[in-house]
Nanobody
Framework: VQLQAFGGGLVQPGGSLRLSCAASGSIFTINIMGWYRQAPGKQRELVASLTNSGKSNYADSVKGRFPVSRDRNTLYLQMNSLKPEDTAIYFC??????????WGQGTLVTVSS
């Protein structure tokens, strides 16, 4: 499985961005897809995930602001009401065939006035 993330950029506080993650290859084996982020000097953390059955999971810091969705082979993260503390590199990831994890390249999101 290959993952490619798009959509990062510079946005003002309170603004919105939408990240996309396009999956290719053996996408029929994907069980769960998700977004992670890593801010400078911090560990990578889960932002949101979505299973094939439609179950979503969110970090407390983004609940109600960052809905995650999927359309066929593309995972989306709609980021609303962005805050400076959301600044990070965002990574797309998936688990396929039950145990294999894959990562896409990161996309930088900067929230600043």
């Amino acid at each position: 499985v290959q993952l490619q993330a798009f959509g990062g950029g510079l946005v003002q506080p309170g603004g919105s961005l939408r990240l996309s993650c396009a999956a290719s290859g053996s996408i029929f084996t994907i069980n769960i897809m998700g977004w992670y982020r890593q801010a400078p000097g911090k560990q990578r953390e889960l932002v949101a995930s979505l299973t094939n059955s439609g179950k979503s999971n969110y970090a407390d810091s983004v609940k109600g602001r960052f809905p995650v969705s999927r359309d066929r082979n593309t995972l989306y993260l709609q980021m609303n009401s962005l805050k400076p503390e959301d600044t990070a590199i965002y990574f797309c990831s998936c688990i396929a065939a039950g145990t294999d994890d894959y990562w896409g390249q990161g996309t930088l999101v900067t929230v600043s006035s």
